[in-house]
């Protein structure tokens, strides 16, 4: 018996290699220097002593085009909706090693990432090895599940394959056709548009993407909201006490009234009153929760707000440390740790390293926490977290930063939470109500090994007793302004891209990157804190297509993108087929290219318009 | 509530396709804004800005003898307000234009009357006040919006 095995990456081809033979394999090249063939024995269940190649292909195999008649100036672009679809084959080498090398095998088993782009690369290895030997089938395909490269995690993935999903394949068949026709004609239509102008320069392309300009729009949103911002004014109540010469703030249960009328007339119905009284006193225990297990989009979130990272340099190094088998799989959205997970070795493993090694080993030695668990589970990978240790000075600089964060938030989500002590005073002056806090942190517990929260004590309050009558000498009502929010930050960026569906964890980076290599944004620091901008080009493409009136969508908005999204999820739940899901969307974005077309010379006059104003 | 804030809000009724959506604000919708702290790690729920708004309406009345005066709502949330289940295609819970009995022995200050559920009984829009209700309602969400952006630059 011959099995073909096929990793996603090289990386991950070697290691699984490693650990199936037990380092006994012998290494054939192949016709892409990068891209090894691997020979060694396997006994797989009830397929003892099995011949196994393992090889690999370097992401995508195929893409999809259109024919040549379909191409950049040999039709218009709104043909492109309905126009054929081919498929091209993006590594003739690497796709020629897997028809030759399942010439002669039995079976293939599928080694690519779980979850749903690695399933459609699987079925694209798939048409690869068909091509060579027609006797595999897709029904017959091994697929293994794995999510790290632990040794008995990679053994137990072998000796349990699956099925290939065949609707997460369907899923993903229908997002990239989408993505190229929608994506095609709308940069094409854009793009020539623009230069008509001169707004663009020959060479340039303006890129429209359903992901993209939403992302691109969410900057612009804030942009403006900053822009326009205009200070109100606000009143409130404040007292202020002082008691064994500790003085205190209250502050007024109300909040705070745009409304000075109101804040006056209660103002004055508390004047009436020349003493307060503490009407309670509370002490209670208060806790401050150890985070939650990780996923990539809090990995980037906060990789970008710690370490200055960008969430997709935050993504490489984890995926390094993951192909290395430092980390497991970092594209997840799961937070909370199967019932099953082994804790205790992780930490055994991390009991050496002389930052975080005492905690690892304490929670070794003494016990742990069950981790908080999250609401989300994609059911393909556990969340984000350490799996063989690295002394983090062998490590690049965005690794070692990465990898520390995540073993520390491991270890972390083990720890107890910390404890603090909440005093609460309440005054009641004539009917209306003030509160005072102080904190007094008691017990740091995760605090101690995740330097990256903060949690302090605050200042005391005086010695109150409940009963106290008090008299308010410093009652006032004050007033403030509105402060203008903050340009958008990556840390939120991504918040509000996950929230809104807007990309997948494993995609959100790189549409950050590309809103930012077609200049539609520029990153800009101010003091420590780098904010995303938009060009007045960005600024003029959202502003143009908002002023086009489509009938009930918006392409700057993330709306019809998360509708994308939420009908992939059904496709792949087999609630709905790729055939309607695609013909809904086509029909929606062939109206609003429609309408962009009648309209362009308004678009492109009115982006000029915004450019220059912005310039 | 701020205006800025306000005027967001009826926004959504008047396009809802074409709103900021740079911010969380009431809508369940549409997520505008993750407030991150300074940490990084948490978020709060203060999500609107950098103040804490409760929200108290503020009514204006008018009585048979066209006499007009402000009331707010004290104490205790006015249920006629609060748990309506009528449809107003608007950030407010009632149509404009209902009749109100406000009871002997409502808290007044300055000429401002302080209600709360024990003061008033809200009568709802009665037939004969037709002409009026149709008149405040019609248009209400672009009315609003441009009395609140005039308030906002006044």
């Not at chain 1, 102080?438 to 903060?454: A, F, I």
């Not at chain 2, 800025?4 to 809000?9: A, F, G, P, R």
Request: hydrophobic content about 35%.
């Amino acid at each position: 018996m011959k099995i073909l095995c096929v990793a996603e990456k090289p990386s991950i081809a070697k290691e699984v290699s490693k650990i199936l033979s037990g380092g006994r394999f012998q290494v054939r090249n192949s016709q892409n220097k990068y891209i090894k063939n691997y020979d060694f024995k396997f006994s797989f269940p009830n397929q003892a002593n099995c011949d196994v190649t393992m090889t690999s292909v370097a992401g995508h195999l195929i893409n999809i085009d259109f024919p040549p008649s379909f191409q950049w100036g040999k039709c218009v672009p709104g043909k492109l909706f309905d126009a054929a679809v081919i498929e091209k084959v993006l590594k003739q080498d690497i796709f020629d090693n897997i028809s030759k090398e399942a010439r002669n095998s039995n079976k293939l088993m599928i080694w690519t990432d779980c979850d749903r782009e690695g399933e459609y690369i699987g079925y694209e290895i798939f048409k690869a090895a068909n091509k060579g030997n027609r006797q595999i089938e897709v029904g017959d395909i091994w697929r293994s599940k794995f999510s790290h490269l632990e040794r008995n995690h990679v053994l137990r993935a072998a000796n349990n394959p699956i099925k290939l999903d065949l609707k997460a394949v369907d899923a993903v068949s229908c997002r990239m056709e989408i993505d190229l026709r929608v994506g095609a004609s709308f940069t094409r239509l854009l793009t020539e548009g623009l230069k008509s102008k001169s707004i663009i320069d020959k060479g340039d392309v303006a890129s429209y993407g359903t992901c993209q300009f939403p992302t691109l729009g969410f900057v612009v949103d804030r942009y403006k909201r900053v822009k326009n911002f205009t200070p109100e004014q606000f009143w409130y109540i404040q007292v202020d006490l002082e008691k064994d010469d500790v003085k205190c703030n209250f502050n007024w249960t109300r909040g705070h009234f745009f409304d000075r009328l109101h804040v006056m007339n209660l103002y004055q119905e508390c004047l009436k009153h020349k003493e307060g009284k503490i009407i309670k006193l509370e002490q209670r225990r208060t806790t401050n929760w150890r985070p939650l297990p990780l996923t990539t989009v809090e990995l980037q979130k906060d990789c970008s707000s710690i370490f200055k990272m960008s969430a997709k340099d935050a993504l490489g190094a984890a995926e390094k440390l993951y192909n290395r088998g430092f980390l497991s799989y970092p594209r997840t959205e799961t937070d909370k740790f199967p019932a099953s997970f082994d804790f205790k070795t992780i930490f055994g493993r991390q009991k050496s390293d002389p930052r975080w090694g005492n905690h690892a080993t304490e929670l070794f030695d003494n016990g742990y926490e069950n981790p908080r668990a999250g609401k989300h589970d994609d059911n393909a990978h556990p969340p984000i977290h350490p799996v063989n240790y690295v002394n983090i000075n062998e490590l690049a600089a965005d690794e070692k930063k990465v990898y520390e964060y995540v073993v520390r938030r491991f270890l972390a989500c083990c720890c107890k939470d910390a404890v603090g002590q909440q005093t609460t005073a309440t005054l009641k002056w004539g009917i209306e109500l003030f509160t005072a806090n102080g904190l007094m942190v008691t017990e740091r517990n995760y605090l101690d090994v995740y330097p990256y929260k903060k949690w302090e004590s605050s200042k005391q309050l005086p010695k109150f007793q409940q009963g106290d009558m008090v008299s308010i000498k410093n009652g006032v009502m004050k007033d403030g302004k509105t402060s203008p929010p903050n340009h958008m930050t990556e840390a939120e960026l991504i918040s509000l891209m996950d929230i809104n569906g807007i990309g997948t964890d494993a995609t959100i980076a790189e549409h950050i990157e590309k809103i930012v290599s077609r200049s539609y944004v520029v990153k800009q620091k101010k003091g420590k804190v780098e904010y995303i901008i938009p060009t007045p080009l960005g600024m003029g493409l959202i502003e143009s297509f908002d002023k086009m009136h489509f009938d009930n969508i918006s392409l700057s908005k993330p709306f019809l993108r998360k509708k994308l999204e939420l009908s992939l999820d059904q496709i792949s739940k087999g609630e709905t087929t790729k055939e309607t899901v695609l013909e809904d969307m086509k029909m929606l974005y062939r109206q609003a290219y429609s309408i962009s077309n009648q309209n362009m010379v308004n678009l492109v006059d009115h982006c000029k318009t915004v450019i220059q104003a912005n310039s | 509530m701020s205006r800025l804030n306000q005027i967001e809000d009826w926004q959504q009724y008047q396009d809802p396709n074409n709103v900021s959506v740079d911010r969380v604000n009431r809508s369940k919708r549409i997520i505008r804004e993750v407030p991150i702290e300074e940490d990084g790690s948490n978020y709060n729920n203060n999500f609107n800005s950098s103040v804490y708004q409760p929200e108290v309406y503020k009514l204006l009345l008018r009585d048979f003898s066209n006499n007009y005066c402000y009331a707010y709502e004290y104490n205790d949330p006015l249920r006629f307000i609060r748990e309506s289940r009528e449809e107003t295609f608007t950030p407010l819970k009632i149509k404009l234009g209902g009749r109100l009995r406000v009871k002997p022995g409502a808290k007044v200050i300055n000429g401002v009357i302080y209600l709360d559920n024990s003061f008033c009984q809200y009568l709802g829009l009665i037939d004969q006040d037709k002409e009026l209700t149709d008149n405040l309602n019609t248009g209400i969400v672009q009315r609003y919006i441009e009395i609140l952006t005039e308030g906002l630059t006044s």
